[in-house]
């Protein structure tokens, strides 16, 4: 009776024959000796949309935020003031801007 043999690959580090199913090549030591894993295009399209949401959610957080702090600064009549005021209002844009982002994220897929 013969017994299966085990799969051999060459590793893709040192091309020394390794079993395909071995944790770490037996003579340079790599953990990936069949290669990094290949995302499909089911998996790349996932992971650049999750990209750029972070993407839109930064930028507009910021925007919203540093809007309302210059609105506060402008607004204001004296140096305290415009501190307070623009430390406020930038607050209120953070506030707002977090929402705001979400909204575009989530209506993206819908609108195209």
């Not at 590793?11 to 071995?22: E, G, I, L």
């Given at each position: 009776m013969s017994?299966?043999?085990?799969?051999?690959?060459?590793?893709?580090?040192?091309?020394?024959?390794?079993?395909?199913?071995?944790?770490?090549c037996p003579h340079c030591g790599s953990t990936e000796p069949s290669g990094p894993y290949v995302h499909s295009k089911k998996e790349l399209r996932r992971l650049r949309a999750e990209d750029r949401n972070d993407h839109t959610l930064l930028v507009t957080t910021l925007g919203c935020c540093c809007g309302g702090a210059l609105y506060g600064i402008l607004l204001s009549s004296s140096t305290l003031g415009a501190i307070l005021a623009g430390l406020g209002y930038g607050v209120f844009g953070l506030l707002v801007g977090v929402p705001v982002a979400f909204a575009i994220n989530m209506t993206r897929g819908l609108l195209g």
């Open positions: 017994q299966a043999r085990p799969e051999l690959i060459d590793c893709r580090d040192c091309r020394r024959p390794v079993s395909f199913s071995a944790v770490s």
